[in-house]
């Protein structure tokens, strides 16, 4: 059972929260002290908001992390559906203030204790009086707040950028990550979102998306269908495995060409998958506008095709003008995936590498005087999280 714990308010305390995080985080994992780890993830867990972004996001990364750095990753990996859930009393009270009735004439059932909880908002299991199952998202009761703390806290952006986004760091890009992350707070955007996703993906036999259920959603709670299936790491068919590879690349690359949008946070915890394969998406609340979808598409047929010149000229139209480096990561993170997206094996040779180019990457964009697109560390972000989840479902070779 998840722990009830007090979502903590006041930019003093959440802040410091993050530091002791941080703290514990750093020396755990240079020592390999699982309990410091642990103590951390907890630490992030309970804040919610920006804290357990963090931890999402950083549980995502291990694929290139150095092996004390993987331990860190696998103990923030649980925050993915564990952080501290909210008080019972006080999410029912949000359920029947946002859907204006009460919570027994709205639902059949409603289970007062969630099954997964996360940054924004905790899940639970309901069932209409149709009888349909169906997953309850109801926001962390304060959780505005506390993000809108988190945001406006001295350094937070810059902690968070150092720790997710292989590229960028600038004002505008720190500005932008803000708009983002408050953006998520608005789950009728999401329901939108999603609708739309269902649209392009209606009849796909390896992508599957729940229509949300509009007539039990608001600002502030969202009703999908209930949906089973296994995570990332549950065993699996190698031929489910690559059909689902397969399906991550098409749902997360290039379905944005017909979106619009990069469903921008591929975490494990954001979708399931079924025994035969077919991936069954959760959450829609983390999207990032294309800039170019005409750009988009030639940067993913020219990494599909090896063509290097071609998916520089592609790049700089979405990002904006890069130096070697820069192109040099986004072949990196894009090629390899694009080229086999069913049949992925992780080189060494290639984690070496990313390991060696993403500082420099980093270094490059910012003396690049903010010039390029803030959308880009997202991108850059979201690519990365990809590939370390084709190479769970394709394994590593050497």
Known sequence: MMSFRPLPRGRLRRGLGMARAALGGAVGALGGEQRLLEHS??????????????????????????????????????????????????????????????????????????????????????HLHDGREVAVKVQHPGVEQALRE??????????????????????AVQAH??????????????????????????????????????????????????????????PMSETARSRASGALWRFYQEGAVELGAWVADPHPGNFLISPEGVVRFLDFGCLEPVPDRDALGRFLRAAK?????????????????????????????????????????????????????????????LKGGGSLSPTLPLYCRLALVLLADLAALGGRRG
């Open 41 to 126: 993830a907890e630490i992030l867990g309970e804040l919610r908001g920006l804290g357990t972004k963090v931890g999402q996001m950083g549980g995502a990364l291990e694929l290139v992390l150095p092996e004390r750095g993987r331990v860190l990753a696998d103990v923030l990996a649980k925050l993915q559906n564990q952080a501290s859930r909210s008080d019972p009393e006080e999410v029912r009270a949000l359920v029947e203030a946002e859907l204006g009735a009460p919570v027994a004439q709205l639902f059949a059932s409603f289970e007062a204790e969630p099954f997964a909880s996360a940054s924004i908002g905790q899940v639970h299991r309901a």
């Open 150 to 171: 988190d945001l406006e806290g001295v350094g937070n952006i810059e902690w968070l950028m150092r720790r997710v986004a292989p590229s960028g760091g600038t004002e």
């Open 177 to 234: 990550i803000r708009g983002i992350f408050l953006a998520e707070l608005d789950y009728r955007a999401e329901a939108a979102a999603q609708g739309r996703a269902a649209d392009l993906f209606e009849g796909d036999a390896d992508i599957f998306v729940p229509r949300p259920i509009l007539t039990h959603s608001s600002a502030r709670v969202l009703c999908t269908p209930f949906l089973r299936g296994l995570s990332l790491r549950d």
């Open 305 to 365: 095709e090896g063509k290097e010149g071609e998916m520089d000229q592609a790049s700089a139209a979405l990002f904006g003008a890069q130096g070697p480096m820069g192109q040099r990561l986004l072949r990196l993170l894009v090629a390899p995936a694009a080229a086999r997206p069913g049949q992925l094996f992780v080189e060494p040779a290639l984690l070496k590498e990313l390991a060696q180019v993403m500082p420099a990457a980093k270094e490059e964009s």
